[in-house]
């Protein structure tokens, strides 16, 4: 079975720019979760959607926005990119209690 | 305001011994808890879970131990492996496995 995918493995973006970050979770997970991972440090919850609906929101400026789709995939945006932005992003798909990740999306802003 | 932190930033040990890493949580109100081990390039990946009505769970080649009364976690790995050589991290669950909260994690080297 398929585990979590995200697109892209890694892009360079430069200041000011927009990025969209795509997840696929496991078949049959409703749950999907989005994560930003600095470097040395654990995962800092972002977003969490079910069902199509946002349930949770970590403390990130709105520039940061999400939506899942009906096959509850999930896209992940973030505007006006800053230099601190550059984090791996992880995304996680969940039946119940335990999160399964994807191998994130390395971003670097320059 | 709501943490989970690690108190040893790296830990090295030699193939074949005992490791235990240790987690320091602050929110009281938390009845899940998970430790993940992620590895160079890779996502974070489940290794066992407990929740707060337990103090001890076992699974294979790993035990987790959970103090509620000093808001501490272990991690405990017998017979440590090269490939057990990753980043640990203990994790809280809230609000029925939306958010997870992380610390800082623990490097583990393993020395053959």
């Known amino acids: 079975d398929a585990g979590v995918t995200q697109s892209p493995t890694h892009l360079i973006k430069t200041r000011g720019q927009q990025v969209t970050l795509r997840c696929s979770p496991i078949?049959?997970?409703?749950?999907v979760s989005w994560y930003q991972q600095v470097l040395g440090q654990g995962p800092q919850f972002i977003f969490q959607?079910?069902?199509?609906?946002?349930?949770g929101r970590g403390n990130f400026p709105d520039r940061f926005s999400a939506r899942q789709f009906p096959n509850y995939s999930s896209e992940l945006n973030v505007n006006a990119l800053l230099l601190g932005d550059s984090a791996l992003y992880l995304c996680?798909?969940?039946?119940?209690?335990?999160?399964?990740f994807g191998p994130g999306t390395r971003l670097t802003v320059l | 305001g709501e943490s989970v932190g690690l108190h040893l930033p790296t830990l090295s040990v030699q193939e074949g011994d005992n490791s235990i890493i240790n987690c320091a949580y602050s929110n009281s109100a938390s009845d899940y808890f998970i430790w993940y081990k992620q590895e160079s390039g890779k996502g974070p990946q489940f290794i066992i879970d407990?929740?707060?009505?337990?103090d001890k769970r076992q699974g294979q080649r790993v035990t987790v131990l959970l103090n509620k009364t000093v808001k501490h976690l272990s991690l405990q790995i017998a017979a440590t492996q090269p490939g057990d050589s990753a980043v640990y991290f203990c994790a809280e669950v809230y609000n029925q496995g939306g958010k997870l909260i992380f610390g800082q994690g623990t490097e583990l080297s393993v020395k053959p």
């Open positions: 959607y079910y069902e199509k609906e946002e349930r």
């Open positions: 078949s049959g997970h409703k749950s």
């Open positions: 407990i929740r707060s009505n337990m």
């Open positions: 996680a798909s969940s039946l119940e209690d335990e999160q399964f």
